[in-house]
Nanobody, 122 residues
Framework: QVQLVESGGGLVRAGGSLRLSCAASGRTFSGNAMGWFRRAPGKEREFVAA????????YYADSVKGRFTISRDSAKNPVYLQMNSPKPEDTAVYYC???????????????WGQGTQVTVSS
C-alpha cells in the first residue's frame, strides 16, 4: 500500500504564493504519474496538474496554467505544487494522487492523500 501525505496548505492572499508538497511512503510505487486535484465547497473534484515520474512531463488544467507549477525532485519524492498568483476561486481542499496514467481523470489514479486546505483571501 502506498500512503500519500500532503502538506503546505494554509491561508494566502490573492497574488501571493504557496507551495504544496506530497510525500509518498509505503511500498515502492511503480506507477507512472502523480497528480493534484482539488475540491471546492459545493463543487466536484477537479483536476489541477500532473507529472510523470520518469520524464517529468507535465499536464495542467487551463484554469491554473501559467500560475501553478508541478515538479518533483530527483528522487521523485516529494512532488510539489507551486501556486503563484492564487485567486480566491482557487480556494479548495487539494489532494495528491498517484497512479498509472497521466491525465485529468480521477480514475487514472489509484492512491490518494487526505488533502490539505488552501484558502485564498481577496
Amino acid at each position: 500500500q502506498v500512503q500519500l501525505v500532503e502538506s503546505g496548505g494554509g491561508l494566502v492572499r490573492a497574488g501571493g504564493s504557496l507551495r504544496l508538497s506530497c510525500a509518498a511512503s509505503g511500498r515502492t510505487f511503480s506507477g507512472n504519474a502523480m497528480g493534484w486535484f482539488r475540491r471546492a465547497p459545493g463543487k466536484e473534484r477537479e483536476f489541477v496538474a500532473a507529472i510523470t515520474w520518469s520524464a517529468g512531463n507535465t499536464y495542467y488544467a487551463d484554469s491554473v496554467k501559467g500560475r501553478f507549477t508541478i515538479s518533483r525532485d530527483s528522487a521523485k519524492n516529494p512532488v510539489y505544487l507551486q501556486m503563484n498568483s492564487p485567486k480566491p476561486e482557487d480556494t479548495a481542499v487539494y489532494y495528491c494522487a498517484a497512479g498509472p496514467g497521466l491525465g485529468p481523470k480521477p480514475t487514472m489514479y489509484n492512491y490518494w492523500g487526505q488533502g490539505t486546505q488552501v484558502t485564498v483571501s481577496s
